[in-house]
Structures are given as C-alpha cells and as structure tokens.
C-alpha cells in the first residue's frame, strides 16, 4: 500500500521546487508574527486565539493543503510525465495512497507543527491553545490533502480552484455566512480541537460527531476518486 521509489520521487517534487518557497515562508511568518507580538503585547490568550484561528488555521493549513495536495500528482498530469510511473508494475492505487501519505505528511509538517510552536510562543500553551490548534491543523491536513490531490487528477487548474475554496469560501465565507461553515473543513477540524481548549476561546459551529463523519467521508471519498480517475488514465497500447 506504500511504495518507497514513489514516496521518494513525490517528496522531491514537493521539496524540491518553487513551490517548497512557499510552504517553508508560510508557518516563517506565523512564527514571526507570533514572536513579535509575545513581544510587543506579551502573553495574552485572546490574541494566541485570533492568530492561531484567523491565520494559522484558516489560511495557512489551507494554503499548504492546496501546495502539497495538487503538488503530490498534479504536476506530473499536467506534463504527462506520469506515463513513465503508470508504465511500472505499481497498483494504481498503491500510487494514490503513497502520494497522500507524502501530501500529509508535508502538510502536517509545514502546519500543524509550527501552529503548535507559535502557540507555545504567544502564550505558553495556556488555556491549551497551543495544543488544540496544533491537533484541529493536523486533522484538517489529512482532509485537505486529500481533496486537493483528488483536484489534481482531474483539472489542470487544481491549484487556482484550490485556492477559490482555501480562500474565499473557507475564509470568507466560512467566517461571514453561518451555513457554509457547516460545510468547512477547517470548522470540522476544529471541533475536533475545541474539546481540547479550555476557557471556551476555540470553538466551533459543527458538532463534533458529525465532524468527525464528514472528515472521514471526505477523506475517504477523495482518496476513492482519486483512485479511480487514475486509474482511468491510459498508457498507449493498453485497451
């Protein structure tokens, strides 16, 4: 179910592009901001929460998702390159579920663990910020990773879709229209981490047995879709 060669060559392709510029400058400006402001206001659990929530959670872990998600697959579509890696004696979807791993795996990296450090900046962990923010970051990865990989066999314009829905849909309309957030990744993900936050500063409009349904149909659905539409691509000479 995992291949090492095509791990590898997943995580070269993630790592070692321009688009690794990116994933890396994100969480570098969650941690200067956090470190800046622990600076300037000191620990305040009220501004851990809006940084943690309003960018960490909400555009940042999106954003990598998208990177790392149409990153994984996306590319080697595009440019046909993937013919070569179809032509291997590698199941399909041994091919899907190894690329999702390595998107996961990048974009736990690239989130969940500077969320957890900018928390432990800004207020030490109190009222278990740090923690639960970190916890809702890594939840959301899987989900995102997987819909943006799933986007990525079947669009060339994964990346510009994915951020039509990182950001405008999750991020603004997520926040301004009530209704959308029950349709939010990233609401789903936090009510998985409120139960973890104390004082009542993490919160979130999903109840957390149906977050955890629609995580996991999502994740599975995508991860499925991916699987299929992949194995829907042809090489010359196959019927």
């Given at each position: 179910m995992y291949h090492p060669t095509v791990a590898r060559l997943t995580y070269r392709a993630l790592l070692g592009r321009k688009r690794a510029l990116i994933m890396f400058a994100l969480p570098?400006?969650?941690?200067?901001?956090?470190?800046?402001?622990r600076a300037l206001v000191g620990a305040d659990d009220e501004v851990a929460n809006s940084i943690l929530g309003g960018f960490a959670v909400a555009t940042m872990v999106p954003l990598i998702g998208v990177i790392a998600g149409t990153g994984a697959i996306g590319p080697e579509i595009d440019d046909s390159s993937i013919v070569y890696l179809l032509a291997k004696p590698v199941p399909r979807h041994t091919i899907i579920l190894t690329k999702l791993v390595v998107a996961i795996g990048v974009t736990m990296a690239f989130s969940a663990i500077p969320t957890l450090l900018a928390g432990y900046i800004l207020n030490a962990n109190s009222q278990q910020l740090a923690v639960a923010y970190?916890?809702?970051a890594?939840?959301?990865?899987?989900a995102y990773a997987a819909l943006f990989l799933?986007?990525?066999t079947i669009t060339?314009?994964?990346v510009l879709i994915g951020?039509?829905?990182?950001l405008i849909w999750e991020s603004l309309f997520g926040s301004l229209v009530e209704g959308a957030r029950?349709?939010?990744i990233q609401q789903w993900a936090l009510a998985i981490g409120e139960r973890?936050?104390?004082g009542g500063y993490l919160l979130s409009d999903v109840a957390l047995p149906t977050a955890i349904v629609l995580l996991v149909v999502v994740t599975a659905a995508a991860t499925w879709s991916a699987g299929q539409r992949l194995r829907s691509l042809t090489l010359a000479g196959e019927d």
């Open positions: 570098a400006l969650l941690l200067v901001i956090a470190i800046l402001v970190a916890l809702s890594a939840i959301a990865s899987v799933f986007l990525g060339k314009h994964a951020l039509i829905y990182a029950t349709l939010s973890l936050g104390e």
